[in-house]
């Protein structure tokens, strides 16, 4: 398991595990944006068949957002998304970042345990946040 700055060259694998993972996917154009801005940073993560998971995180002064973590099925509940999510942490951390949010979907108890064992909080709920009308909770951890 090592993970390493995304880059562009990723931009197919990650649109596919987008796709796979996630009903409401993030279309191409906002992940290709991402390389444009100076505040996303995206860690790719691979085993011996290739990228098999992803992060990004937004750091804005003192406040960071993991925007979307995301792990191929079969590598899930190995500990893959916990890798990610604590390279993402201290990326943010690196970048002066003193507290950190993200949303999540209240029907994904598997993401928010991660969160919850990272020491992440619920914050309160976002109503029908989700094209689909589901609601998402706001968690945030202080670093």
């Known amino acids: 398991m090592n993970t390493r700055p995304w880059s562009y060259r990723d931009l197919d694998r990650i649109e596919e595990l987008e796709a796979e993972c996630f009903s409401d996917p993030w279309p191409r154009r906002a992940l290709a944006d991402s390389f444009l801005s100076d505040i996303f940073f995206g860690v790719a993560l691979e085993e011996e068949e290739g990228l098999v998971g992803y992060g990004g995180v937004r750091v804005a002064g003192d406040e960071a957002e993991i925007e979307l973590i995301a792990v191929s099925e079969m590598y899930r509940r190995c500990g893959r998304g916990g890798k990610i999510l604590c390279d993402l ?18 029907s994904n108890a598997a993401a928010q345990l991660l969160y919850l064992k990272a020491g992440f909080r619920g914050l309160y709920a976002r109503s029908r946040y989700y094209p689909d009308g589901e609601d998402a909770v706001v968690m945030v951890k202080e670093i």
């Open 89 to 106: 942490l201290e990326i943010a951390k690196e970048h002066g970042a003193r507290r950190v949010f993200l949303e999540v979907r209240v």
